[in-house]
């Protein structure tokens, strides 16, 4: 009952829990997209990129959240597509973990 209620008052409960996170730079040109593998044991995996892009004096941005929950030798792909206007380019590609006993990245194992 206890951790019931602590899981609705808490949803974000990090306490006990390991997390790492990981930052993969985003160099590709504007216009393009790029791939990820995963292939990852645990708990809870989030992917945070924000696209941003300039038309005349506005810029925009978009950012986008992906979340992965209870993988069990699980294979994920992730695709980042900066094209959605004219002079897009995407922030580095954020990879927090938590309770993950194993992650490989396009072929590297980070955990």
């Given at each position: 009952?206890?951790?019931?209620l602590?899981?609705?008052?808490?949803?974000?409960?990090?306490?006990?829990?390991?997390?790492?996170?990981?930052?993969?730079?985003?160099?590709?040109?504007?216009?393009?997209?790029?791939?990820?593998d995963?292939?990852?044991?645990?708990?809870r995996?989030?992917?945070?990129?924000?696209?941003?892009?300039?038309?005349?004096?506005?810029?925009?941005?978009?950012?986008?959240?992906?979340?992965?929950?209870?993988?069990?030798?699980?294979?994920?792909?992730?695709?980042?597509?900066?094209?959605?206007?004219?002079?897009?380019?995407?922030?580095?590609?954020?990879?927090?973990?938590?309770?993950?006993?194993?992650?490989?990245?396009?072929?590297?194992?980070?955990?």
């Open positions: 009952m206890c951790k019931w602590r899981d609705i008052l808490f949803p974000t409960n990090v306490l006990g829990k390991k997390i790492r996170t990981f930052t993969f730079p985003q160099v590709h040109p504007p216009y393009s997209s790029y791939n990820y995963i292939e990852w044991t645990g708990e995996l989030e992917f945070t990129y924000t696209i941003s892009g300039r038309s005349g004096m506005i810029v925009k941005h978009y950012p986008h959240r992906i979340t992965f929950e209870n993988g069990n030798e699980t294979e994920e792909n992730v695709y980042v597509r900066q094209s959605q206007f004219p002079n897009a380019y995407s922030s580095d590609l954020y990879l927090k973990c938590t309770n993950v006993t194993k992650l490989i990245v396009n072929g590297e194992q980070l955990i």
